[in-house]
DNA sequence: CTAGGATCCTGTCAGC
DNA sequence: TGCTGACAGGATCCTA
């Protein structure tokens, strides 16, 4: 899914066209895809949207919120007089909304829309209260984002988890917010840290330089729009892509190392697709 | 408490 | 062509 910068993409365009809209009518395609009740949202103005994590917080005018997980495959696009739409890279983008896997759709009062598109059905939008968000089991438990967290925390939150490989570590939210499947892979590529690598084995400095590159590949790829679809209205059809610019090894398998020069490796680690460098990581 | 694996769901692709 | 299994930018639930 989308990761935590592919979030933040998204928070900034919704911010941009969404905002101050009122929701006229939602359309709800996918019984799984929507959770809560719509009337509480119908007719409400957008107020704000926060991010929290992978999660999107959408606040409306009678406080209450809509809460938006993309998990893998969602995407939202907003459809106006210009488009906008970020999210999982897969197809979409240049069909007829709503397209083949759009499992929500809004229509706002001056008659454009936001849809929420999720091949996989793993994402969600949920209609919260304010008490329902305050306790909510995934917002509690979440951790800081890696720009909110010490390097001492960080060390600490490690040393509870000396038995587990780091990318395993990373991954779980619960220890470190935002981290997916592509930044995982590329900021241990930063801190030339082999990914399966026991905790156990790193050293204070190791640990270090992974969240500075954590911060770092996270950071670029907030700047340059998120990994995915930033350039999508390209007239020849391709989409823009961090990964294309700024990835090192994330689904690079068998193509050079611009570090070093071995050939990137692709294997399996904590039970997802994992990249690295045989020559520069360790 | 931690660690590891199965699971939710749909689609695509490689290999018979 | 048709089938089969592996895999996919996530997180939870269950078990040990």
Redesign the pocket.
Known sequence: ???L??VETIRRGLDKFIINKKIADVSILCE?SFRGNKDFILGQKIVKIDRR???LLIKLENNFWMMI?L??TGQLIFVGKEKFAA???DGGFTEEMPG??TRVYFEFDDGTHLYFND????GFISVMDELSLATD??LT?LAPEPWDMSKDAFWEMLQ??????IK??I????NIAGV???YADEGCFYAKILPWRK?STLSHEDADLLLEGLCSVMQASIDSG???MKDYVRADGTKG?Y?EKFAQVFRREGLECARCGSEIQKT?TA???THYCPGCQE
């Open positions: 899914m989308p990761e910068p592919e799984k994590g992978k999660a997980h998990r893998m999210g999982h890279p083949r896997h091949l996989r059905k793993f089991p995934f438990k509870r988890h000396q038995n587990s490989p395993a570590v991954l779980d939210q619960h997916g499947n592509i905790v998120g990994s995915t892509s990964l399996r039970g997802r697709g």
